[in-house]
T-cell receptor, first 116, second 114 residues
Framework: DTEVTQTPKHLVMGMTNKKSLKCEQH?????MYWYKQKAKKPPELMFV???????INESVPSRFSPECPNSSLLNLHLHALQPEDSALYLC???????????????FGPGTRLTVL | GQQLNQSPQSMFIQEGEDVSMNCTSS?????WLWYKQDPGEGPVLLIA?????ELTSNGRLTAQFGITRKDSFLNISASIPSDVGIYFC??????????????FGQGTILTVHP
């Protein structure tokens, strides 16, 4: 099973709202990722968690706040977003095998976010 | 950030034709991945390549990891309408402080005419 689930599927929010995106995997993967994707463009990395610790923050604005409560869950808290933040937000996970072994990331279906 | 050079950017083909796309990089990777993405969905892994020179098939799909570790190609044989979508290549390096970070190509948009 290589399933990563994401909720909600769609989200519409105003610029003053606070909302959260959720990602879950039960493959025992210890690396989890948040990406932002605009239409017909490749995914852009936002954050990487490795063993539940934030390992990479690609200079993402503080209005995006990631959280990894346990090895299966990844959240992205959203506050005071701008219309240009509207995009498909993707979660991915990877086994995290250290210096050798497969380096494969598996993506979830994404959350389509619209900021009004 | 760094990007891979993926070509072609788009393809319009007839059903039944074969398709070929490739990615090149100025950097070496030890993993090459090929994903397909349908509109509004997340990328789905098609083929993963882990060794230079490796040739791997998945049904009508065949992909190769270039000997120089700087390129990869994906072939689709006998295309069908459900092959429509955007295909992304991605290169990665395991270990160290990379945390499995992937570098993506710009994507190839495939349209198949029945």
């Amino acid at each position: 099973d290589t399933e990563v689930t994401q909720t909600p599927k769609h989200l519409v929010m105003g610029m003053t709202n606070k909302k959260s995106l959720k990602c879950e995997q039960h493959m025992g993967h210890r690396a989890m990722y948040w990406y932002k994707q605009k239409a017909k463009k490749p995914p852009e990395l936002m954050f990487v968690y490795s063993y539940e610790k934030l390992s990479i923050n690609e200079s993402v604005p503080s209005r995006f706040s990631p959280e990894c409560p346990n090895s299966s869950l990844l959240n992205l808290h959203l506050h005071a977003l701008q219309p240009e933040d509207s995009a498909l937000y993707l979660c991915a996970s990877r086994r995290q095998s250290g210096t050798s072994g497969p380096d494969t990331q598996y993506f979830g279906p994404g959350t389509r976010l619209t900021v009004l | 950030g760094q990007q891979l050079n993926q070509s072609p950017q788009s393809m319009f083909i007839q059903e039944g034709e074969d398709v070929s796309m490739n990615c090149t990089s100025s950097s070496i990777f030890n993993t090459w991945l090929w994903y397909k993405q349908d509109p509004g969905e997340g990328p789905v892994l098609l083929i993963a390549l882990y060794k230079a020179g490796e040739l791997t098939s998945n049904g009508r799909l065949t992909a190769q990891f270039g000997i120089t570790r700087k390129d990869s190609f994906l072939n689709i044989s006998a295309s069908i309408p459900s092959d429509v979508g955007i295909y992304f290549c991605a290169g990665g390096n395991a270990g160290g402080t990379s945390y499995g970070k992937l570098t993506f190509g710009q994507g190839t948009i495939l349209t198949v005419h029945p």
